[in-house]
Structures are given as C-alpha cells and as structure tokens.
C-alpha cells in the first residue's frame, strides 16, 4: 500500500505448502508482486546457499523486473550482532548495504532495517517491521513492514529494496511466515 493506505502492489508467495511448514524461514521460494491490474511486475526467488566457513555463510535473493530481466541481488551475510544485507546490481556489483537492529536489542519492538550508502555514511531509506503488541503478535500469522525512500530513488532500487523486505521478513524473529 501508499502512504494513502491504496493498494499497489500484491504478492504471492509460490512456494511448496508442505516446504512452508517443514522448512519455514529457511525455504527456498519464489514470490511473484502483481499490479492493481495484475500483471506480474517483479519476482524474487530466495535460495539458501551456505558455505563450510561459517564467515561465507549467507542468503541470497534474485530479484527480476520484469519477470525474467535480473536487476540485481540482496544477500545476507552473517554478522553477530546485525543482520546485514548488501544490494548489488545485475552485474553482481555492491551498490547499498542495509543495516538492521542490533539483535540482543530488538525483541517486542518496531525494527528498522537502514539502507545506506557502500561507505554506510548516509542513509537512503529503511524497511521496517512495525511491532504489533504481544497478543496480536501472537494471534495473527501476519508482519506489517513498510519501506520509506526518497521520491527520486531509481526505481531498480526500489524493486531491490522491495525484495529485500521479504528477505528481512524471512529471516526476522517476529516473522511467522
């Protein structure tokens, strides 16, 4: 949805029921964002991908727009402290990193995820996850994220930024999905 509470955009999650169940936040999947009209405007498909060496362990996300025109990647890499993401275009080239929450800090909270700059000087926008109270929390299979940048942001980076939100959901301890 806008800031005027319209829907803009859809998603659907078409990953294997069963997978969801067993494997939960650490499933491979692919979701397809739909238009008001619904033609399908941008996929993102997840992959684990792991390493031996416990500092190359990280999650990567492909993300199209059009379907089938790569625009770039969102990983994951580990950090003990702060989950941290880095952006890179369709030639696999850096190009933002996200910063989230220090991790100790972040239980029955709102948790903003930074998108920053490559020297992680300034801050372009940030993708939060709005904290719902505990028996909401507890009640609704559901997170409410929202992203916020800046109105002249390319819109390659707001696709980027888009599926980013589903790999922070993924990977967030309030997420249920």
Same mark, same amino acid.
């Given at each position: 949805?806008?800031?005027?509470?319209?829907?803009?955009y859809?998603?659907?999650?078409r990953?294997n029921c069963?997978?969801?169940? *067993?494997?939960g936040p650490? +499933? =491979?999947?692919?979701?397809?964002?739909?238009?008001n009209?619904?033609?399908?405007? /941008?996929?993102?498909?997840?992959?684990? +991908?792991?390493?031996?060496?416990?500092?190359?362990?990280?999650?990567?996300?492909?993300?199209?727009?059009?379907?089938g025109?790569?625009?770039?990647?969102?990983?994951?890499?580990?950090?003990?402290?702060?989950p941290?993401?880095?952006?890179?275009?369709?030639?696999?080239?850096?190009?933002?990193?996200? +910063?989230?929450?220090c991790?100790v800090?972040?239980? *029955?909270?709102? *948790?903003n995820?930074? *998108?920053?700059?490559?020297?992680?000087?300034?801050?372009?926008?940030? /993708?939060?996850?709005?904290? @719902?109270?505990?028996?909401r929390?507890?009640?609704?299979?559901?997170?409410?994220?929202?992203?916020?940048?800046?109105?002249?942001l390319?819109? %390659?980076? %707001? @696709?980027?930024?888009?599926?980013?939100?589903?790999?922070i959901? =993924?990977?967030?301890?309030?997420?249920?999905?």
């Open positions: 949805m806008n800031n005027q509470g319209q829907r803009i859809f998603a659907e999650d990953s069963f997978l969801r169940y *067993l494997c650490s +499933r =491979s999947f692919t979701i397809t964002i739909y238009d009209i619904g033609r399908d405007v /941008i996929t993102v498909h997840k992959a684990l +991908r792991c390493s031996c060496c416990w500092r190359n362990c990280y999650l990567q996300k492909v993300i199209e727009a059009p379907p025109e790569k625009i770039g990647y969102v990983y994951q890499y580990f950090h003990p402290l702060w941290m993401f880095k952006i890179k275009n369709a030639n696999k080239e850096d190009i933002m990193k996200i +910063r989230g929450p991790v800090s972040s239980c *029955l909270t709102d *948790l995820f930074n *998108l920053l700059s490559l020297d992680e000087e300034i801050v372009i926008g940030k /993708i939060s996850n709005t904290w @719902a109270g505990f028996i929390e507890l009640s609704i299979n559901a997170d409410k994220f929202g992203i916020q940048f800046p109105l002249d390319d819109v %390659k980076i %707001k @696709a980027l930024m888009l599926g980013a939100s589903f790999l959901c =993924s990977h967030c301890k309030g997420c249920k999905n």
